[in-house]
């Protein structure tokens, strides 16, 4: 018979990723080697269901972002991962990342309330921005919908359009004190809010004909319920 010799070297596997960050984030739980993950450092009520929740993210978040966009947040709840997205309200001089965050559904509860939670986030995403330029604007936001389009106001005035208009509806007066000073502060920003459970005020054609006369010309952003 035939011997036959072969030349076999060991040719150990790669490293997978998933075994680093778990080394990893024995000496800092917000170590990771591509993930970006972050700290809920602090959760602030806005009223008896919304908060603002605080996110501190690792060095791999790029911090950009534009008004309107939203991230992803990926959580463990009893061993198994739960992902929402949720708008930015802002990224404050810390580097915060501030989400809008109405109390409600298995995700949302634990972000509003869970103290020193470790969540895994994406880049800021999504299309849902204002039109470059100075081009007037109609903002329309109900409920939980106030988060992006309350970043996109600021945004405008920012940029200064011509004019703003945003009509909002909610039952509760979440950046409802903010956004009156903002309006006795900027002469070209029109406000009106809607308190739902005092008033019996609908959304209509002749409320929007009103309130924004320009409405048919005006580009227009709407975030909240259908």
């Known amino acids: 018979e035939e011997l036959v010799m072969l030349n076999l070297s060991y040719q150990p596997h790669l490293i997978r990723e998933d075994f680093i960050d778990f080394v990893l984030e024995k000496f800092d739980p917000l170590w990771s080697f591509k993930k970006i993950k972050a700290k809920v450092s602090q959760q602030q009520a806005l009223s008896s269901e919304m908060y603002q929740v605080y996110l501190q993210p690792n060095d791999k978040f790029n911090g950009r972002w534009q008004a309107g966009q939203s991230v992803l947040v990926t959580v463990q709840i009893d061993g198994v991962y739960h992902q929402r997205s949720y708008s930015i309200v802002d990224l404050n001089e810390q580097g915060e990342i501030i989400l809008g965050i109405k109390a409600q559904g298995k995700v ?4 509003c309330h869970d103290q020193n939670l470790i969540v895994e986030i994406s880049q800021a995403q999504g299309d849902f921005v204002l039109k470059q330029g100075q081009t007037s604007a109609l903002l329309i936001a109900s409920g939980s919908g106030i988060t992006a389009i309350y970043a996109m106001l600021k945004q405008a005035l920012n940029q200064n359009l011509k ?15 903010e956004l009156s000073e903002l309006a006795k502060q900027y002469p070209q920003f029109q406000y009106q809010f809607i308190n739902t459970t005092i008033s019996k005020t609908h959304f209509s054609q002749q409320l929007l004909e009103d309130f924004c006369p320009t409405w048919q010309n005006t580009s227009a952003y709407l975030c909240g319920s259908s």
């Open 108 to 111: 949302s509860d634990v972000l």
């Open 163 to 177: 004019q703003v208009w945003l009509l909002y509806f909610n039952r509760h007066p979440v950046f409802h004190v």
